[in-house]
């Protein structure tokens, strides 16, 4: 279990980090802190929309189930952003570390890696954009160039961004000689 906890920990903060037990012991309590924050959050989200259901006259059960799906999502987002995220950055464990031969390669590895996902970047965010269109009919949506292009400038947008957030977030080491 203790390989598959360090290739986890690799996988979520980077590859070239160096996986102690004091960044194992920081990982598991945010997770765990998380986790228990989702946990509570899940079921007071559940039992408020189950009272506002009940006790309204709700007629459009499909636009309630939308608004409360939208809302679950963005208050999950906004926990785990703030709960392990947050503090991960402020512990500086989402900071790489890399010798000062290694920085240009590295950085040039971190812009291929978000080139790489670009397509499912674009694919998820035209699929999902044009849900937001129910009323017309989705696949009229979907195949519009208008759907296209505007899925096309955030990819682009979101890829840059990206890999100049990730690029600041290097950081380069010197070698105790």
């Known amino acids: 279990m203790k ?13 070239n980090v160096f996986v102690d037990e004091r960044i194992q012991k920081e990982v598991g309590i945010f997770a765990t802190r998380t986790v228990f ?10 039992f408020g929309i189950s009272v506002y259901a009940s006790n309204t006259q709700t007629t459009d059960f499909e636009t309630l189930f939308y608004i409360a799906t939208f809302v679950q999502a963005i208050g999950a987002l906004i926990l785990i952003y703030g709960f392990m995220i947050i503090p991960m950055g402020k512990k500086r464990l989402l ?10 390669e590295f950085v040039k590895g971190l812009q291929h890696s978000w080139v790489r996902i670009a397509p499912l970047e674009f694919v ?15 696949f009229k949506i979907l195949f519009s160039f208008k759907e296209i292009i505007s899925a096309l400038i955030f990819t682009t947008f979101f890829t840059i961004f990206m890999s100049l957030y990730e690029r600041m977030h290097v950081k380069t080491i010197k070698d105790d000689e």
Do not use: C, T
């Open 124 to 138: 998820g965010f035209w699929v999902v954009h044009s849900l937001f269109y129910f009323n017309e009919g989705y």
């Open 3 to 15: 390989k598959l906890d360090k290739k986890l920990i690799k996988w979520f903060i980077g590859k």
């Open 37 to 46: 924050v989702l946990f509570v959050f899940e079921l007071v989200f559940g």
């Open 95 to 104: 900071v790489k570390e890399v010798s000062p031969e290694d920085k240009k």
